[in-house]
């Protein structure tokens, strides 16, 4: 098994012709542990990473954007180190993947997971807080990514955006956790894969980019 990475909203697939809007497609090996992408935009964390918050939740892109640029409240002091856990639990249908994710998270101050299910949850009767973003959906079950942290995050955004091919809708979680020196931003994406091409793969980038923009502190972006 590789290694490692509420409210909710259900997505459905949308007719060809909608807007994109940001859910799941197979994935394993190393390559869907700790996803590259996530070390282009780690910055210098501060040594104090967050406190307990009251948290509001966005699902538009441009709501989003305007919220992140209102300052956060300077407040908190944590650990001087960080350890990120980034996961594809590919819904968790391999034998043992729950208690493999348990272990490895053991310590953690984040935990990102894609193709999580809404109604699983691998930290239950922990002390991390969840935050979950839905994708895909069939039937009763519903996939999507998960930031599970330490903190309470005073903002979170759930965001969406369509596979161009399959039509499926893939998942973002956008999380601000507020310090004393300053907000953290966090962002779990399961990324867009299904396309000829890089084009739909730098539109979706871009989206986080903007985001990025509106943001005034250090910034992990992760996933797969």
Partial sequence: MGAPSDSSRPNREQPDGAEPQFSSSPCSGVA????????????SLPT???????????????????AL???????????EHIKLVSWNAMKFRREGAGTYLRNQGDGATLVFLQESL???????????????????????EVSGVDVYSEQTADLVCQ??????????????????YPT??????????HAI????????????????HSLL????GAAILGGV
């Fill in 32 to 43: 869907c542990g700790v996803w590259i992408l996530a070390v282009l935009l780690v910055t």
């Fill in 48 to 66: 104090t990473f967050g406190a307990r918050a009251q948290t509001r939740s966005f699902t538009d892109p441009t709501e989003c954007a305007t």
């Fill in 69 to 79: 640029a209102v300052p956060a409240e300077a407040v908190g002091a944590v650990p």
């Fill in 118 to 140: 809404r109604n699983s949850n691998p930290f239950a009767g922990s002390t991390f807080q969840r935050y979950f973003a839905p994708g895909f959906s069939w039937r009763s």
């Fill in 159 to 176: 965001l969406s955006l369509t596979e161009p091919q399959l039509r499926t809708p893939k998942a973002a979680l956008l999380a601000r």
């Fill in 180 to 189: 004393a020196e300053g907000a953290n931003l966090v962002i779990n994406v």
């Fill in 193 to 208: 894969n299904f396309t000829p091409g890089v084009t739909a793969y730098r539109e979706q980038l871009q989206i986080f």
């Fill in 213 to 216: 923009k509106s943001h005034r």
